[in-house]
């Protein structure tokens, strides 16, 4: 008879569902499974997508988007938690005003304002609420290029004003932000790790994958993963850029757009 097994850690993410499969909440949960841990979820929004485009998206209310957050709290409390998609100022007030409460674990903040496709997926005038609320009660802020510039409000192109954004960031009050380079013209993807007493920079070659789908997400889910095992900050990012490099390269052909990565990639 086999033994039962000691318990996972639980992670929690608080984003919003892909009915392709390939991002938001169902790309968080099957990393989290690939971490070993436990993987619970507050819905923000759903969305109807697949790999081509998002063609609608529903919000949920902030009043339930808090009481998914006060359910898991006192039964299911996280090691660890991220957030992804919120859509609106509204649902941001929310998640900081649970977060705020307590109980959550070091706070992954993916700032997630654009799909794939090109679809907005946090109202423009919501940017403000993200940087007041959100980005001070984070552990790690994990922007692309293009959320670094919206955040930290000014252009980046190039390794300096991935610098300097992560600077202004930083200025905002989280304790990290790792700016991410996948973007950056060139063969080779820069990725900048900064906190109040240095840097790491990971390099590696472009991978020739088309248009990866859910890469943010699951590169802030398994560095949330990491850190629901109690894994140091830099640790955490190095294993999940690993993980998510190779889900990257792994990814099969699936649909007719964007390609959704491969999340049975070995750790």
């Given at each position: ?112 304002m654009v799909a794939a496709s090109g679809a907005r997926l946090l109202e ?108 140091p900050l830099e640790a955490a990012v190095h294993d999940a850029l690993a ?14 757009g964007s390609r959704p990565l491969n999340h049975w990639a070995s750790r």
């Amino acid at each position: 008879m086999n033994e039962p097994q000691a318990p996972r850690p639980i992670a929690l993410t608080i984003a919003g569902s892909d009915s392709g499969g390939g991002a938001g909440i169902q790309a968080d949960l099957k990393t989290f499974h690939a971490f070993e841990v436990f993987g619970t979820s507050v819905v923000t929004a759903i969305t109807a997508q697949n790999t081509r485009a998002v063609t609608a998206v529903q919000r949920v209310e902030p009043r339930v988007v808090r009481a998914q957050m006060d359910a898991l709290a006192v039964d299911l409390p996280p090691a660890a938690t991220k957030s992804g998609m919120l859509a609106d100022a509204e649902i941001i007030d929310a998640v900081a005003d649970g977060l705020e409460g307590g109980g959550f674990g070091p706070y992954v903040l993916d700032p997630v304002m654009v799909a794939a496709s090109g679809a907005r997926l946090l109202e423009a005038d919501a940017v403000g609420a993200l940087r007041q609320r959100l980005v001070p009660l984070a552990r790690l802020v994990t922007p692309n290029l293009a959320e670094a510039a919206i955040l930290a409000d000014r252009p980046v192109a190039v390794a300096d004003d991935m610098r300097a954004a992560g600077e202004r960031i930083l200025e905002l009050g989280c304790e990290a932000v790792l700016v991410k380079g996948g973007h950056l013209a060139g063969d080779t993807v820069e990725d900048i790790l900064m906190t109040g007493t240095g840097e790491r920079v990971w390099r590696a070659p472009k991978l020739d994958a088309g248009n990866p789908h859910g890469t943010g997400c699951t590169l802030s889910a398994a560095i949330t993963a990491g850190l629901a095992h109690g894994r140091p900050l830099e640790a955490a990012v190095h294993d999940a850029l690993a993980f998510t490099r190779r889900a990257i390269a792994t990814a099969p052909v699936r649909g007719g757009g964007s390609r959704p990565l491969n999340h049975w990639a070995s750790r």
